[in-house]
């Protein structure tokens, strides 16, 4: 071992010991190694969290933002009962502030309400108090999911006593008291290998081409690891209306690019459909063709040939359709390359000295 790298091992070594909070290599920092991610049932709700077919929900907090009615708590459960799935041991924190959650998502998912700690809150520092007492007395082996629904519906403990005082000031806490409410638990989030799904609302710009913005102020999103904005559009049969494409709109991401645009169908009678979003990029990747107007038709992923079978968009929702294709690197690296950010950031640099060094010689 070198003198130098002996003086290094010998300083790491002083300064760990002399320190007041525990600490360690970088190397050796759990909170540096790949995040546990765990998979949901719908493969394109992976990707819009992860960047991956595999990928899924990790810890910290991820909002969920949109207009009244467009499946932001049915999202949220979809991902609760993924967490509960992989570890039977986990327990859920419902902070519920809207109490409009129907006891029939729950059973429709499966969701086992004995292992959900149902919370009613009333106002922000209710919440904050509580949430932050609780994530304290956590351990990291504990298995713990919180879920808040919602964010936007919840008053200040300010705007309730000025409602009680018969005062009609305008609240200028609110914003405050959630930005210091985020400031606080993201990194008991992090330290305690908590995930957060907070379900939020959205409201328009007052600019000339106006947009959606989530509600709450900047402390939401300097803390999120993830923020949807979910759309949606209908979906028709004739002039009936059978059901919604909800787009989820990928407005922040650690492991997304950012405005990445992903569908996810739900029909009145079918719930959501599992492989939806997958046909559009599997077109765009030249993995299915259509070979007529309302046909779709699948490639051999190997040599590009045309497989036998040609099927409706309808008769594509299959595992046996599916499952061949989602097994595949090639198509498990092309949704990457799409969707995925890189960590290369010297990248650009290293081509440049590259393309330096080749013209010098």
């Known amino acids: 071992m070198s003198?130098?790298?002996v003086a290094q091992l010998r300083l790491l070594e002083k300064l760990r010991k002399s320190g007041s909070i525990?600490?360690?290599?970088?190397?050796?920092?759990?909170l540096f190694t790949d995040k546990d991610m765990v998979p949901t049932m719908v493969p394109?709700?992976?990707?819009?969290?992860s960047g991956k077919l595999d990928g899924g929900i990790t810890r910290g907090l991820t909002v969920l933002a949109g207009p009244s009615k467009h499946f932001k708590t049915a999202f949220g459960l979809l991902m609760m009962k993924a967490y509960m799935d992989k570890y039977p041991e986990s327990v859920v924190l419902f902070y519920d502030s809207e109490f409009g959650t129907p006891r029939g998502y729950f059973s429709s998912l499966k969701i086992d309400t004995d292992r959900v700690l149902h919370?009613?809150?009333k106002n922000i520092e209710e919440l904050k108090f509580d949430l932050?007492?609780?994530?304290e007395e956590l351990n990291?082996?504990?298995?713990?999911f919180v879920m808040i629904d919602s964010i936007g519906n919840l008053a200040s403990k300010k705007e309730l006593d000025d409602a009680r005082d018969e005062k009609s000031v305008a609240d200028m806490t609110r914003a405050k008291q959630l930005k210091s409410l985020f400031r606080m638990i993201t990194p008991y989030l992090t330290l305690r290998d908590v995930p957060l799904i907070a379900v939020n609302h959205t409201y328009e710009t007052q600019e000339m081409f106006s947009k959606q913005v989530v509600s709450g102020g900047t402390g939401i999103m300097y803390s999120s690891d993830n923020v949807w904005i979910i759309g949606r559009r209908q979906q028709k049969k004739g002039t009936e209306l059978e059901g919604y494409d909800f787009i989820i709109n990928v407005?922040?991401?650690r492991f997304v690019k950012e405005k990445s645009k992903i569908p996810i169908s739900v029909t009145w009678e079918g719930g959501i459909r599992k492989y939806s979003g997958l046909l559009?990029?599997?077109?765009?990747?030249?993995?299915?063709i259509k070979p007529s107007m309302g046909w779709y038709q699948k490639l051999d992923i190997e040599t590009g040939e045309e497989l036998e079978g040609k099927y409706r968009a309808a008769e594509t929702e299959t595992k046996d359709f599916w499952q061949p294709i989602l097994d595949h690197k090639k198509f498990q690296k092309y949704v990457e390359g799409k969707y995925a950010l890189g960590d290369g950031l010297l990248t650009g640099i290293e081509l440049a000295d590259k393309l330096e060094m080749e013209a010098d010689e």
């Open 3 to 5: 003198d130098e790298k």
């Open 22 to 30: 525990k600490s360690t290599k970088l190397t050796d920092s759990s």
């Open 44 to 49: 394109m709700v992976n990707v819009a969290l």
């Open 119 to 121: 919370i009613p809150i």
């Open 132 to 135: 932050v007492k609780q994530l």
């Open 140 to 144: 990291v082996e504990d298995k713990v």
């Open 251 to 253: 407005e922040k991401s």
């Open 280 to 288: 559009e990029v599997a077109l765009e990747g030249g993995f299915i």
